[in-house]
Each structure stands twice: as C-alpha cells, then as structure tokens.
C-alpha cells in the first residue's frame, strides 16, 4: 500500500476507535490492513496457478483429527516435491484466515498438516505453495463430517482407516488404568488381506497438554497381527481422556496416522 493512502486509512480509522485498529492490525494485518496489495497478490498468484498448472488433493477429513493430509501435484500431473505449504483455515462465509499451520513433506507429493477442525462443516484451505521462485495460491473446502462414529477404546476394539489400510487397534485392560501394564494389540489389513511386515506404534497423549511420553511399539504376532505394551501415567491435572495416535508404515507406503479416544478409569 501506498504510504500516503496508508495513512489516511489509518487516520480514518483512527476516529473510528484506536483500540480496534490496533487489534485488527495485530491479528489480521494482510486481510484488513492491507486490501490492495491482497489483491494485488491475489492477481499474481492467480497467475501463476494457471501458468504452472499445480493442483491440490485434500484426503477426507474429520473433526478433531490430528493430521491433515494432502498432495500436490504439478502440471503434468506428477507429484509435486520439496515445496514448502503454508496453510490458512477458515470458514467459506468469513473470507478471514482464522488460523495457519506448516505443512511436512511426505513422500511422492504428499504432505501433512497437523489441524484440528473443532467443528464439523465446511472449511476453507488456502494452500500456500512455494518451490523456487514459484508460487501458486490454492483454494480448497472440505466438509468435516460430525465425529458420529467416534469409536470408544475404553468399550471395545475399534477399527480406523490408516492410510489405506484397516487398523484394529483393542486395549486390556478395559478402561486402561493409570501405572498399570497396557496391552496394544493391533490387526492390520488392507483390501480384506492381512499385512505383514507394518511398522506400527501407538503413542499415548492427552489434547491441549504435554504429558509424559508413553509409546507402544508393536512387533508381529502373526498374519496382519501385532502386539506392544505401554505404561500411562497418572494425569496431573486429574484428567482421564486420552487420545492414542496409530501410525503405521505399511512396506513400501508412505506412514500415516489416525487418532482415537478413550477414557482411563479414575
Ligand atoms: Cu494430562
């Protein structure tokens, strides 16, 4: 922006009210500050998308999920390397970034993001994506299904897709209790076949807090079956729920993640 138009925007604001400028500025200082040179950005990266032909494919997403995983692909098709991805998340309607995060390269074009969409709907990604000296800006909206089938561990074993495949994860005792050996055991299939040869762990932790690391690695039992023990801890705030993390890396697959809950017994 213009330094002179800046400043009479400012001082038109300023009669308005300072003390919302001022906090306008801090949390959205490129959608509010800054309306021309957005649009000038907007011009440029339209652009540069048509130019360069980059697309994004977002994996269906679910509320409360903790990674979010993408790829980019270029205009050929092929999957796109090594770029850096900043993303943007809002709702369609606002048209205001409401929060970002960083994306971490995968393998072959995909690419992670660690976002918990706290509620079902629809969102809209804005995908920041720089390689070089290209930039490409691209626009997605996913609709978050509400979390109906969110399955208990704490009642029984649940199933959840993990890149690709069907992991059946089952915790004993039922509920887990605090310092007590916890037995993981873990059936992985794929296309209804047991697979072998899966690195799989399950890491333990509760939402929104730094807990002592408890991590069950599993090791092969049998066809598709796998098997770990983990200790948790006793929550020093008092809590119970706990969210076990499955991640596994299928041979020759990229790893992948999901995230169920359950409750510990008092
Ligand atoms: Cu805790």
Redesign the pocket.
């Known amino acids: 922006m213009k330094p002179v138009i800046a400043l009479a925007v400012l001082a038109a604001l300023g009669a308005v009210g300072g003390t919302i400028w001022i906090g306008s500025l801090v949390r959205e200082d490129t959608v509010v500050a800054q309306p021309y040179e957005e649009g000038l950005e907007y011009d440029r990266e339209r652009r540069g998308r048509e130019a360069l032909g980059w697309s994004v494919e977002v994996a269906p997403a679910a509320a409360g999920a903790g990674a979010l995983a993408f790829a980019i692909r270029d205009g050929a098709g092929r999957p796109l390397d090594g770029a850096e991805v900043a993303l943007t998340v809002g709702r369609p309607d606002s048209g205001r970034g409401q929060w970002t995060a960083a994306a971490r390269p995968r393998e072959r074009g995909g690419y992670a993001a660690d976002l918990a969409f706290p509620a079902p709907g629809p969102w809209e990604i804005r995908f920041d994506v720089r390689r070089g000296a290209d930039r490409v800006r691209l626009t997605r909206t996913v609709d978050v299904p509400a979390a109906a089938a969110a399955c208990d561990l704490a009642a029984g074993p649940c199933t959840v897709e993990v890149g690709g495949a069907a992991v059946t994860l089952e915790l004993s005792p039922r509920p887990p209790r605090a310092l007590t050996e916890l037995g993981v055991a873990a059936e992985v299939r794929a296309g209804g076949a047991p697979v072998d040869g899966a690195e799989l762990s399950v890491r333990f932790g509760?939402k929104g807090?730094e807990?002592f690391p408890a991590e069950a690695r599993l090791a092969p039992v049998g066809p598709g079956r796998y098997q770990g023990k983990a200790v948790l801890?006793r929550?020093?705030?008092?809590?119970t729920d706990w969210t076990a993390t499955v991640s596994v890396a299928r041979p020759g697959a990229p790893g992948a993640t999901a995230e169920l809950g359950f409750k510990a017994a008092e």
């Open positions: 509760m807090m807990m801890v929550c020093p705030s008092g809590r």
